[in-house]
């Protein structure tokens, strides 16, 4: 007689990557699948958000605001599920719930981590991972965005800059630059999300193709990268600037290597220039203003969303990596069931 257990599968950090991670450093687990015990859920991850951020955790970069990831740890990330066994009453079996237990087919959680979701807010539950508060908070809250402003975001392409240039225009700003990595990219965010121009950050020297990008200056930076483009931001800016300092993407795609920085810092004081560095997390209560937004903005077919979907649990590693290198175009995300 044979018996079958269910099993499920989960990516744990293999080794810590001395720079950029291979994809050796990551290693796929089966294992029995859990069940809920009191207070617990067990949840059907359906998506999981690719995020480079994830990057620091697992090359353990001093200074983050999250703890890194420890060698044999399943990694974890924003995931969205549905609860397939509950423990918890306030909690239904079959309710859509938003967690950080992704990276994981099937995850146990304690019922107060998660929030239960509307499963028709969406298209699609993927819709729930977007990164557009982020970029709400840092352009109302961090950079005080006002009406005709200029703005200029970083990695205009990606998940947090695509919402970013479409929101900067949405709340009034003037004029709204972004910068990417190629042609294709360029041409997408002019002609897909209304940006007035790119410019391509690997075109020397940088800080030129900014100032005629920008030939009356640029009132905020939402700054997804570091280094040299923030320095040549710095050099671009008006008097009494704003910079919401969001990412490290030269940095994490540097392998961790800290970049040179922005350098002298002479004409961030004759210029009065704010540089704030922020996290979402200490937000979270701009979510429901934001979500209400959001959703006028989508009923008036005002914002477009740009999402990268992968299958597979076993393709999640190749995907986080490729998103850094710039394979991708908007917010990616990993189909673990359907
Ligand atoms: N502060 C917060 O609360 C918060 C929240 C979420 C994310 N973040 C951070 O914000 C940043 C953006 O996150 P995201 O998820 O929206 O990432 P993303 O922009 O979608 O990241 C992928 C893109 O990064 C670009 N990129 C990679 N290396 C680059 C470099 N050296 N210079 C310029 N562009 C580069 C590539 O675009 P190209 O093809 O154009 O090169 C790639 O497509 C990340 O650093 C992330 O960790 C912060």
Known sequence: MTSTTATTRSIHLAARPAGFPELTDFRMVEHPMPSAEAGRLLIRNLFMSID?????????YPGIPMPPFAIGDVLSGDAIGEVIESGDPTVPEGALVLHRLGWREHALAEAQTVRVVDPDAYPSPSGYLGFGLVAYVGLTLVAGLTAGDTVFVSSAAGATG?????????????????????????????????YDTAV?????????????????????????VGGSQLRAAIEVMNAGGRIALCGALARQRAGGEPDAGPGDLLSVIGKRLTLRGFTTLDHLDLAPEFGRKLREWTAAGDIVRTETVIDGLENAPRALLDAVRGRYTGKVVVRLAR
């Open 52 to 60: 480079p951020g994830s990057l620091m955790r697992i090359g353990a």
């Open 162 to 194: 695509s919402m970013a240039g479409q929101i900067a225009r949405l709340l009034g700003a003037g004029r709204v630059v972004g910068s990417v990595g190629s042609p294709r990219k360029a041409a997408y965010i002019v002609d897909e999300l209304g």
């Open 200 to 224: 391509d950050y690997h075109d020397e020297p940088f800080v030129d193709r900014l100032r005629a990008a920008a030939p009356d200056g640029v009132d905020v930076y939402f700054d997804n």
